[in-house]
């Protein structure tokens, strides 16, 4: 029993990190039409901003601010640079896939280079160890789970109480009926662009505080839970992507209690398939 | 220069290109984007591996496995290439018709991953992140693996088995069977629309192409004698996809080309980049990467077709008959439509109470319809009064919700859109559908029923196996391009011409589907008038040979010469039927659309 509550509690914390990750990709999805697999490489090169900036000194709380920043203004670079050339000639959805592929490869190997192999980690305190009804977490992951609701929570408000919001959703619904009502689209893209790359790389940076130590490479497998509970969801549903990263995240952790932790992502892999082949559109999304 | 270097260089070029030349069938000439391809490559690997290893505890039992049966080359080879293929089958639930293709290269992408993760922490199926080693050459008992002949001999084998499924793959891809290929790759809901079995090509494609990557897999293997999950992550097919995609995708050569110079150019060009102790020992590696991730996207940006692009098939039509001045053309005896169905019962078509909704919205509402043999039936309302929505259903694209369909008498209302057309049901679409990368003539040959070619068997039994029927389809296509006077744009890619050609293209196209009842979609739309009338009198002609048409169009000039009976729909019902004449005499039609 201890041992289930134990995971629960990092699954809370596995989970609250997996929400801040998959809302912005299931966003960025939804408004700009693009699958940008190459988010995870963004949220490592966020991980490693904030290190930078830990490395010098201050608190990892203001690298966080750092790595928000250069994320939303390299995702908003990316697509300009990169993606938005590419679908304004008309290029198919399989070959914007195999371009975010690229930037992959481009992006998480940059920082290889620039950073080298090895794992590093942030220099920062934990904190003191709360126990709450056998949950045992430490001020550190609290802070982590707090972080993510209010970051829920502003996406909630954003979506449906501002006119921001209100056009992100008509732009995603259909862009053309969305311009030809007055939404400046294009900005409106661009501004997805900024919003989406700033929780990239706050989820980035509350990634590598929750694992302790990370690589270049770390995100290739976290990826894989994101697209997974974005996938649970519904692609495009930013409910949809809350509600997969609680189930996904609470799944892999809770399993880690009972098979071998190595295989504890497998669950998330089987979800992700089982979804894709029988029902694409996400269990809040509509029938086929 | 070392000979064992040539060696090593010769045998990675064979197993690299026979890779690529995999991936390029599929992704290539198919478009089945499988970003999991190097999984069929470790599994062939594995294959050959336990099947040469003997028995794990006569290896001194440092490594764990399965199988270890010790067995004598080449079926270590045979079975890797057996099991590559025979693995693709579980995958081909990702690739049916209902998934999106990008949707579906990220569930392969994702099982790659996800079987590396498990290839590297399960120890007992395979020794884990360790991987097997020690893997037996092939008759190393008898000879010598590590003399010069024996090397050079393995070099040679390697090449040449990478030359013959180059052949294969030739072979297929010149034949009917891959001209199909190509029209689902360019656009695969009109293929499914002109009766291609969708999930059967796929799932054939992603078999071949997991064959031919086991067999690389096998030999490379046996080569290196050993085989980890480090030497296949994920990320080791995007080096594969951009070989293809800078060799030129849809271009065998090209993928060859590509294997030289990605996989095989990148291994030996680092090797001449002096070693420093003073940089960080990972650099190199990672900014190979980066190169890698370059070229794609420049690539892509700057020559999307490769370097070897994709060659226009041109079909030499023979002069030996002389065609005669256009306007006497000739009256051949040519046959449009499908005689069951001109001599079929009186009613072809016949809808009861068909309904469709899209998320809350009624689109079509009870719509019960029939429609008489030899008439041009028009369906005419106005915009979202769910003429295309109906028309998708009666071709099978989309579901109806509920209600049924009959054609000449056979309900189909469950029957899947391939099976519809095979029935001699098809469709055309509203927005211009032809196959771009295809020419003219191959937009028309690609939707020929019953080509003997046009199967993986018949494209593998060879050009003399299916030439007889290629020629018949040959001289029926002339005859159509005649009639619709398109002849001399048969060898143009379809993508390259205007749009009231494309719209003929179409037409024609669906023709030589030999359907009993054509569903046509606003062919006239943005058509010259004067073109558009010409496809009206070839359309009533049509009629009079005994073909069925029910065609949506906007234009009431067009249905006032043409169609009779015309029929209107508004909010998803049907409200009224008759003549043209009769339909201007009505209230409500004049009110829901003539007055507009």
């Known amino acids: 029993m201890a041992l289930f509550l134990a995971s629960v509690g990092f699954g809370l914390v596995t989970a609250s990190v997996l929400a801040i990750a998959a809302v912005g990709f299931t966003l960025q999805f939804g408004v700009t039409d693009v699958l940008n697999l190459a988010y995870g490489a963004i949220m490592i090169a966020g991980a490693y901003v904030a290190y930078v900036v830990n490395q010098a000194g201050l608190s990892v709380w203001i690298g966080l601010v750092a790595a928000l920043a250069v994320c939303s203004a390299g995702s908003v670079l990316l697509n300009s640079g990169v993606y938005a050339p590419f679908q304004r000639r008309g290029t198919s959805p399989i070959t914007m896939v195999i371009v975010s592929l690229g930037m992959t490869l481009i992006i998480e190997f940059g920082v290889e280079a620039v950073a080298g192999g090895t794992s590093v980690s942030y220099t920062m305190a934990q904190g003191r160890t709360v126990q709450a009804g056998g949950l045992a977490l430490t001020a550190v992951q609290l802070a982590v789970i707090a972080l993510s609701l209010v970051v829920m929570a502003g996406v909630h408000a954003l979506l449906r109480y501002t006119k921001l919001g209100k056009a992100m959703r008509a732009t995603a619904a259909n862009r053309t009926l969305a311009r030809n009502c007055g939404i400046r689209t294009g900005r409106i893209i661009t501004v997805t662009w900024a919003l989406t790359g700033a929780l990239c790389g706050l989820a980035g940076v509350v990634f590598a505080i929750d694992s302790g130590s990370f690589n270049p490479t770390s995100t290739d497998i976290f990826l894989v839970l994101i697209l997974a509970a974005v996938f649970l969801g519904g692609p495009g549903q930013a409910y949809g992507a809350m509600l997969g990263a609680v189930i996904i995240g609470l799944a892999t952790e809770v399993s880690a209690a009972f098979i071998p932790a190595d295989y504890k992502y497998v669950i998330a892999f089987v979800v992700l398939l089982a979804m894709l082949g029988l029902r694409p559109t996400g269990l809040l999304g509509a029938a086929q | ?596």
Not at chain 2, 51 to 78: D, E, H, M, R
Not at chain 2, 219 to 228: A, F, M, R
Not at chain 2, 517 to 527: F, H, I, R, S
């Open chain 2, 1 to 596: 220069m070392n000979t064992f270097y040539v060696i090593n260089l010769l045998i990675y070029a064979g197993v690299d290109a026979m890779a690529c030349l995999g991936l390029s069938q599929q992704f290539g000439i198919a478009g089945v984007t499988n970003f999991g391809f190097i999984i069929f490559q470790a599994a062939g690997g594995y294959a050959a591996a336990i099947l040469a290893l003997p028995p794990k505890s006569a290896n001194g039992g440092f490594q764990s496995y399965i199988g270890g049966w010790n067995l004598p080359f080449p079926v270590p080879w045979i079975g890797a290439a057996i099991v590559g293929g025979v693995i693709a089958l579980p995958f081909t639930f990702l690739v049916g018709r209902r998934l999106r293709g990008d949707f579906a290269a990220v569930g392969l992408l994702v099982t790659a991953v996800l079987l590396n993760l498990l290839a590297t922490n399960y120890v007992p199926l395979l020794n884990g992140d360790a991987g097997l080693s020690l893997i037996p050459q092939p008759l190393q008992s008898r000879y010598s693996p590590q003399s010069a002949a024996y090397q050079w001999t393995f070099a040679l084998v390697a090449v040449v088995l990478c030359a013959l499924v180059y052949l294969f793959v030739r072979r297929i891809t010149e034949s009917p069977y891959g001209r199909t290929l190509r029209a689902m790759r360019d656009n695969d809901v009109v293929a499914d629309s002109l009766g291609k079995n969708l999930l059967s090509l796929r799932t054939g494609m992603l078999v071949l192409g997991g064959a031919i990557a086991g067999l690389s897999g096998g030999i490379l293997v046996s080569y290196v004698t050993t085989w980890s999950p480090a030497a296949w992550g994920y990320a080791e097919t995007v080096v594969l996809f951009a070989a293809v995609i800078i060799g030129g995708a849809g271009n065998h050569l090209g993928a060859v080309l590509g294997a030289i110079l990605v996989p095989v150019g990148f291994e030996e060009v680092t090797r001449f980049i002096p070693t420093s102790n003073s940089l960080p020992p990972n650099l190199i590696p990672s900014l190979e990467w980066v190169a890698i991730g370059l070229l794609i996207v420049v690539f892509l940006w700057a020559r999307p077709q490769g370097i070897l692009p994709e060659r226009k098939r041109v079909i030499t039509l023979p002069q030996a008959a002389p065609a005669p001045a256009a306007v006497a053309a000739p009256q051949a005896p040519l046959t449009l439509v499908r005689p069951a169905a001109a001599a079929g019962p009186e009613i072809v078509l016949e809808t009861a109470g068909l309904t469709r909704d899209f998320g809350g919205v009624r689109a079509v509402d009870g719509v019960s319809l029939s429609v008489r043999r030899g008439t041009l039936t028009g369906l005419i309302g106005p915009n979202g009064a769910g003429k295309s929505t109906l028309l998708a259903m009666l071709a099978g694209t989309l579901r109806p919700a509920s209600g049924t369909i009959a054609y000449l008498g056979q309900d189909i209302t469950g029957t899947p859109a391939f099976r519809r057309a095979r029935l001699g049901l098809v469709r055309t679409f509203q927005l211009a559908s032809e196959f771009k990368r295809l020419t003219v003539m191959e937009n028309l040959l690609s939707a020929v029923p019953a080509n003997r070619g046009d199967s993986l068997r018949g494209a593998v039994a060879g050009r003399r196996y299916w030439a007889g029927d290629e020629a018949a389809a040959i001289a029926r296509a002339r005859l159509v391009l005649r009639r619709f006077g398109l002849e001399d744009f048969a060898n143009h890619y379809a993508g390259d011409l205007s749009g009231g050609q494309r719209r003929l293209v179409e037409i024609m196209r669906a023709l030589m589907a030999e359907p009993g009842m054509l569903l046509l979609d606003e062919p006239m739309a943005g058509v010259h008038p004067n073109l558009a009338r010409r496809i009206g009198h070839e359309l009533t002609a049509l009629c009079r040979e005994g073909m069925t048409i029910l065609m949506v169009e906007h234009e009431l000039a067009i249905m006032d010469e043409f169609c009779d009976p015309v029929v209107v729909m508004a909010d998803g019902a049907v409200l009224a039927q008759g003549t043209m004449a009769q339909l201007r005499g009505r209230r409500e039609v004049v009110e829901a659309y003539l007055a507009g």
